[in-house]
Structures are given as C-alpha cells and as structure tokens.
C-alpha cells in the first residue's frame, strides 16, 4: 500500500520532471534556474535537490523520462506489418508529432558539448532510433545500392535537423510540410525499390 | 603596397582564425580557450584580443569565415542547368564534403542556445541554404502536392542531422552512406515528379 507520504513525494516529483522538461525546451538547459522550475511547478524550490541532487541529476532524470516517451512511442508500430510502407509512415508521422521530440532535440545541444554528462545516452538514444528504422526498412523493398542503416541515419538525421531549423526559426521553417516531403521521399525510394 | 607589418598582421589573424576553426570543431566552443589557441596557431596568447576583442569576437569572425567557405561551394554550382538532377547530385555531394560544414554543424550547437550572439546569423546562413536548395528544386519536376520551400528543408535539415549523429558517434555512423542515400531518396522524388 502507498502512503500519503510516498503518494505526496512521488507527485511532487512528476511535477518538478513536467516543469523543468517544458522550461528546457523552451530556454534551454543553462538558461533554466531551479526558481524557475519552482515557480513553474508550484514545488518549493528547497524540494527539487532533495529529489534530483543537482541541476545536472535533474537534466539527466528529464532526458530518462523523454527516452521513456520515445521508446512508448516506437513500441506503439505493431509488430506484424500487412501494408509495410503505409505503416511505415503512419509510425513516422506519430514521432515527429510528439512534444517529447522538441525536448530531445533541444537536449541534443548539452549532448554534443564535448564532456557532456548526457553525450553517452545520447549514443544509445540515436542507436534505439536508428534501430527502430533499420528493423522497418529492412523488411521493405530497398533499391540496388542502399542499406537499410544508411537510410535509417538519413531519416533520422532528417527529423532532428528540421527541428532544429525550425526551433532556430520558426516563423520561417514549415516543419510539418518538410515532414510530409520526408515521407514522400522515402515512400517515392521504397515504391522504387 | 602592403608593408611588412601590415602583412604581418593579416598572416596572424589568418593563423588565428585557422586554428580557432580547427579548435572549434574539435572541442567545442565552450572548451577552447586562448591559450589553446596561442599553441594551435603559434601566435602569442596576447595577441589574440588585438586582433579579435574577446572570445565573442573570435567566435564571430570564426563564423564569418566559414559563411563565406559555404558561400563560396554555394557560388560553384553552374547557373545554367542542362541535365537539372545530375547536377542538383553534384552540387549536394560538394557542399557536405566541405571541411566547413562540420564547424558549421558544431557551431550550431552555440546557436541554438537562447541568446546566443550567432542566433541571428544562424537564421541568415540557414535561410541561404535553403533558398539555395529551392531555387535549383523550382526548375526540376516536383510531384503533385510537393513544394520546393518544404523539399528544401528537408534536403539541409537531413545533412544537418546526418553530422550530428556523426559527431556524436563516429564509429557508429556512417556519414558518406547516409549521404548518398539522402541523394538516392532526392533523385527517386524529382524522377517520380
């Protein structure tokens, strides 16, 4: 059974994690304060080391809890595939339109930072992704000449550098529209494969 | 004429700013520091203010330099297009072979951060890019439903991401592959328009 204590700790703790996700992606990582995250969470600032230690123990447990919603989202592409590009798309459509996304690539910045506390789970994020396409693209029908690794890097690298023009510039950059010519590009590869 | 001294001059901001670039790309701005810079460059650490302010300075200048390495591979794409997707190929292949583009990928990293003192340059650099990348993709067959504004994202948002994911793992990415399927995928869209 759960106590009123735990119960209390374990609420207190989404919070801060909701808080601080949404202020990272929307100052970034150094620009964000644990008084932000207090006055956005309604948490007393003196609670958020208590749950994390330092700022560096907080981004690392907001990188945990983004990982957790893409690997949900990734679980979510059934297994058996009848129309294997059809799904193919639909599965690419629901990441890209998470809010997690925007968080994981804001972080990406601390990540290529030499030295950076998150650069190896990074590694293994970006595997996970790479991963999750390779299986996909594996089972469809590829041209002469093209790995289904190579492809995963291109579409993956493609999703996290339209973001990135798009958080540079977001009265500029259609990010929705590149991601439908994402799609018809590798739909136009796969029908010709 | 150029006297000595004035020569003189121009070679140590040269020298500088080579060894800034080189610096940049391989530690991250944050990490290299003017010292790092005198031993690079073989120009005394007291000098480096002279010619530049402060860090800031080094950073823009830096940034200057390889604006103009990308306009320039920018410029050498022929005006005149016969065989439209043969030289979209060719011009691609040029621009991500570039040494500059990874400074230019790594110096992203600084601006993305909010505030940043590049943010604005950024914007600019990636909106030549792009336009860049539309104006060569009007005068191909696009397919129904298809913008040239949207490929084009695509298309810088890809290579983006592709030496992101390279950086991060180079033993893991391979960056030339991936670009050539990002080439396939182009090729396979334009020829189905």
Known sequence: ????????STESRELILTAAAQLFAEKGYRQTTFIDVAERSGIS??????HFGNKEGLLLAVLEHSVEMVRAGLAEVPEEVEDGLARF????????????????????????????PIHGRYVEIHNTLRDHWKRWLERLPLPPGLTAEALAVTIVGAGIGIHQQWLLAPERVDAEQALAALRAMTAGLLSAG
Chains 1, 2 share one sequence.
Not at 45 to 50: A, E, N, V
Not at 108 to 114: D, K, Y
Request: charge should be neutral; glycine fraction near 8%; avoid cysteine.
């Open 45 to 50: 600032r003196g609670s958020i080391p208590w």
């Open 1 to 8: 059974m759960t106590t009123r204590r735990e119960q209390t």
């Open 89 to 116: 798309e639909e599965g690419f459509s629901a990441l890209f339109a998470r809010p997690t996304t925007k968080l994981f690539v804001t972080l990406l910045v601390e990540a290529l930072e030499p030295g950076s």
